[in-house]
């Protein structure tokens, strides 16, 4: 079903990525408004233990998939990736569905953000309209990805750095407010975890609410496998950049999340808000207001800017770069695999910038649809998530049962086979506790808006499966080799004429 899209047509696929432009990639994807914003909520829905361990327990799930990924990337680094995998190790339906499963989801987020900027922009400038700043940054992320793969890593790697930074200088004045050094009213201590119903508010299922939040927080971090397909050197740079996104991530978070609790109790109305338009009552604004920070407000507005800049700018390459593997595999047209003298995906690119904006105006035509359009997204990083877990399942499996010893490989995902299997177990916990008081209540128009993605990945899956009789693939007979049409890859360090397993 593949095609040798980058060798029959244009250029090819440019390995520009270094190390440090992975490791800002999954970073960058992950730290955004769910910490900025979003993060006072958990606090309030679980109590400061309850947020810290649902936080943690996501965490860690996060790292055996990411480690998954890891191990995969490094032994056949794809474009694309999970959705490659998915066709190589499980079955060409699956692969068909998550792809397009996923670019759907990056072709609706994008706009999404992008809406976002505009509403961020407004905080300085009220009374010209958001769809003026939105339209600009349409134009800023589409040029950052059209120019080459490194100008997209460049960007994201300073974009990125501004959001790590921020979060650095937050712990430290959180600190030092906790010590009575700075905010003038004597040290905090730990007095907010034991305030009234605190550590644990709201008991097992306040936990679980914000556990089921915490996955999207995290979301993104997947796309250091996408971007693998174009790193100089992926079997250094994969994992090295997913281990220390990891524990970057979660220490940020973690600690994130144990400072605005000592500073701000449970009970603080204003830690409810998820809004942007409210960025006066984001715990980090609070947190730097009680420090004496004057201009806090017009601060994280402007870091809020920066991380949905970031998520905009990342969400269009990954768009760009599914399409691409997806025309490579024989699942979309063909000319969406073409590659320019660049390196990019032109047409792919084209076609996200098309669809977003086509998703972008549908708020203006009928509000309506367009939430629906946002509802059918909002699963598709979790069957990502699940995605992963099996095809790492199949591909560790079939490794072993054609004859490979595990010493072939150049990394080892953690704690195999149990890691796969909590991942693909807590993500289909949190996909189905999503709204479960949607299903209590009946209320149908919710739970079609919770659980569109569901319906949409099974018909595709279906589509494919009924059309071309599509099967799961005998372990004995999946296609292990390390060269792909159209993405060849062969480490330095084997020779250039070695038998490919095909």
Same mark, same amino acid.
């Given at each position: 079903m593949a095609t040798d899209m980058s060798?029959?047509?244009?250029?090819? @696929?440019?390995?520009s990525l270094q190390s440090r432009h992975l490791s800002m990639i999954a970073l960058g994807g992950s730290i955004g408004t769910g910490l900025f914003i979003a993060s006072g909520s958990a606090i309030t829905t679980a109590g400061p233990g309850g947020a810290l361990v649902a936080y943690a327990v996501?965490? @860690?799930?996060? /790292?055996?998939?990411?480690?998954s990924l890891a191990e995969m990337a490094t032994y056949i680094p794809l474009s694309g990736s999970f959705a490659a995998y998915a066709t190589k190790f499980v079955s060409p339906a699956m692969g068909f569905a998550l792809g397009w499963n996923y670019w759907l989801n990056c072709a609706i987020?994008?706009?999404?953000?992008?809406?976002?900027?505009?509403?961020?922009?407004?905080?300085?400038?009220?009374?010209?309209?958001s769809w003026i700043f939105s339209a600009v940054v349409f134009a800023l992320i589409f040029l950052i990805n059209v120019l080459s793969v490194k100008s /997209?890593?460049?960007?994201?790697f300073w974009l990125a750095l501004v959001k790590v930074v921020t979060v650095i200088v937050f712990l430290i004045v959180g600190v030092l407010v906790i010590l009575g050094i700075m905010g003038g009213q004597g040290p905090v201590g730990l007095e907010n975890f034991t305030y009234k119903k605190a550590p644990f508010v709201n008991g097992f299922s306040g936990i679980l609410s914000v556990f089921l939040v915490a996955?999207?927080?995290f979301q993104g971090t997947e796309m250091v496998g996408i971007a693998a397909g174009e790193s100089a050197d992926p079997e250094k740079s994969v994992p090295r950049a997913i281990h220390s996104t990891f524990w970057r991530i979660l220490l940020f978070y973690i600690c994130t999340i144990f400072v605005i609790a000592c500073i701000l109790p /449970?009970?603080?109305?204003n830690l409810l808000s998820s809004d942007v338009k409210d960025i006066v009552t984001s715990p980090f604004t609070l947190v730097f207001k009680r420090a004496g920070l004057a201009a806090a407000a017009s601060v994280m507005n402007a870091v809020i800017l920066v991380a949905v800049l970031s998520s905009a700018n990342s969400w269009m390459y990954a768009s760009s770069r599914m399409l691409y593997s997806q025309a490579r595999e024989g699942y979309a047209w063909k000319i969406l695999g073409y590659i320019d003298k660049r390196g990019i995906p032109i047409y792919g690119l084209l076609s996200t910038l098309v669809i977003g904006i086509l998703v972008w105006l549908t708020q203006f035509i009928g509000p309506e649809a367009y939430n629906y359009l946002i509802g059918a997204s909002g699963l598709s990083g979790f069957i990502a998530w699940v995605g992963i877990a099996v095809s790492h399942w199949r591909f560790r499996r079939a490794f072993v049962a054609q004859g490979h010893q595990l010493s072939e490989l150049k990394y080892h995902a953690a704690?195999?086979?149990?890691?796969? @299997?909590?991942?693909?177990?807590?993500?289909?916990?949190?996909?189905?506790?999503?709204?479960?008081?949607?299903?209590i209540n009946m209320d149908w128009s919710n739970i079609a808006i919770t659980y569109m993605t569901v319906p949409i990945f099974i018909i595709l899956y279906i589509y494919y499966k009924v059309k071309y009789g599509s099967k799961l693939i005998p372990l004995k007979k999946v296609d292990l080799s390390r060269r792909t049409k159209g993405e060849a890859f062969e480490p330095a360090d084997e020779p250039t004429g070695e038998k490919q397993n095909h």
């Open positions: 060798h029959q047509q244009g250029g090819e @696929i440019k390995r996501m965490g @860690i799930m996060v /790292y055996f998939l990411m480690t987020t994008v706009p999404v953000e992008v809406t976002t900027a505009g509403l961020v922009m407004n905080f300085w400038f009220p009374h010209i309209p /997209y890593g460049e960007t994201e996955g999207f927080s /449970y009970t603080n109305p704690l195999f086979p149990l890691g796969p @299997i909590l991942a693909f177990v807590l993500c289909l916990v949190v996909i189905c506790g999503q709204n479960i008081d949607a299903f």
